[in-house]
């Protein structure tokens, strides 16, 4: 009983431990899409504070008199209160005693003077860094101190009790903040780069590439696995070799066609291209291959024509085949950069497509990384969504391709 007691208690734990290390690595390689979604919801401000942090934060502001004042946790005699700050103040110089560190003084800059004058200034080693030395008087004896930090006092009110002031050092005072995303940086996105138009060029390209490329590789591939014609297979051979061929190769013969054509900066140009597709005929005529040739001889004996046959026999047995060739040309002709790049130009805002308006975006918005997030999350969402309700095709792709 204790034996059987112990072993589940030890699979209990080898359980838990395994969810943990997974839970672990998921939120490790979840982490940097997070990093993009917040950022892309925060101000600029806070984008560059340092330490960073991950929530998008805003300070908070309350109304005295109809005007805006950001709000501070301020030490007075009562504790801990929020106080508006209505005045940036003085500027302070924080100090500390030579003979005992623990002694820290606030004063004014003028109200220290250098020990030896400006020219000879004296300094000191403290803590293993050479510091200057300064004099000030309290209570009425002349104290030798060292610089720590320089500031400002600010004015601060009672946002109940505005005539109720305070002055206190804006280094200690801690500003109040609440989360607050910033939705509004989408639409500033979309209004700064065209993204929008951007966003429709890109998914009517994604569709068209996709319907073609699933079109022929269907067509293509039914034709290669079930058609006898001479030479099917050297033709074959010859056609699944064209996918060791680079695509840098391909880009300058490619373009000047289209200049040919005369499709430089269409549309036209980012989808006809790319509607043929050797690893799709590929995949569509290993998995016909494995389809039973009975079903297709009892349609051919009850009269089906070929398209027929394709069409009500083959293409529905075919569906996760399918779904995988849709799935992966989905997302290479979302992303798709180098030849929208060759054959756009990056000023023809109104054919433009993602990729292109997002490294435009980049220059355009260098100095707002929030900016430029949520162009990246905008075009991140569709594929990423994509890919969760797909992602099991991507597994079955590689099972597909192996069938003989």
């Keep these: 009983m204790r034996k059987s007691q112990s072993y ?3 699979k209990l734990l080898t359980y838990a431990s395994a969810y943990l290390v997974l839970i672990g690595f998921g939120l490790l390689i979840l982490f940097p899409f997070l990093f993009m979604v917040f950022t892309s919801l925060k101000l600029p401000t806070d984008v560059f504070r340092s330490p960073p942090r991950l929530l998008p934060m805003s300070p908070q502001t309350v109304t005295i008199d109809g005007q805006q004042f950001p709000l501070y946790m301020v030490e007075t005699e009562r504790g ?5 700050k209505i005045d940036r103040g003085a500027p302070v110089v924080i100090l500390a005693s030579v003979d005992d560190p623990r002694q820290i003084f606030e004063r004014a800059p003028r109200e220290a003077k250098p020990v030896g004058g400006f020219a000879n200034q004296e300094t000191a080693l403290i803590d293993g860094q050479e510091r200057k030395l300064w004099e000030i008087e309290e209570q009425g004896r002349i104290l030798r101190v060292y610089e720590l930090s320089r500031g ?9 009790d505005p005539a109720r002031t305070f002055e206190a050092s804006l280094n200690e005072a ?3 903040e609440r989360f607050d995303p910033q939705t509004g940086n989408y639409r500033r996105v979309l209004e700064l780069q065209n993204i929008d138009r951007s966003l429709t060029n890109t998914m009517l390209v994604t569709i068209l ?3 073609g490329q699933v079109t022929t590789s269907v067509l293509g591939g039914y034709a290669f696995a079930r058609l006898n014609f001479p030479g099917r297979d050297s033709l074959f051979l010859v056609y699944l070799g064209t996918i060791m061929i680079p695509f840098v190769v391909l880009i300058i013969p490619m373009y000047q066609l289209m200049v040919i054509i005369g499709w430089v900066d269409r549309i036209a140009a980012l989808t006809l291209p790319w509607i043929f597709t050797a690893y799709g005929t590929f995949l569509m005529r290993q ?3 494995s389809i039973p040739r009975d079903l297709e001889e009892a349609a ?3 009269g089906a024509s070929r398209l027929r046959i394709l069409w009500q026999v083959f293409v529905p047995l075919a569906g996760p085949a399918i779904a995988t060739q849709a799935t992966f040309t989905f997302l290479y002709a979302w992303n798709s950069f180098v030849w929208p790049l060759v054959v756009i130009n990056t000023g023809n805002y109104s054919n433009q497509v993602l990729t292109l308006s997002l490294m435009v975006l980049q220059g355009r918005a260098a100095d707002s990384p929030n900016l430029v997030m949520a162009g990246t999350t905008i075009a991140v969402a569709l594929p990423l969504l994509i890919f969760v309700l797909a992602q099991r095709y991507f597994v079955e792709g590689i099972a597909t391709t192996g069938i003989k």
């Design 80 to 84: 801990s209160e929020r106080l508006a």
């Design 209 to 211: 590439v996709v319907l």
């Design 174 to 176: 801690r500003p109040v």
């Design 8 to 10: 589940r208690v030890q």
């Design 287 to 289: 998995f016909f291959i």
């Design 152 to 160: 400002n006092r600010g004015v601060f009110a009672d946002p109940a």
């Design 300 to 302: 051919l004996m009850d």
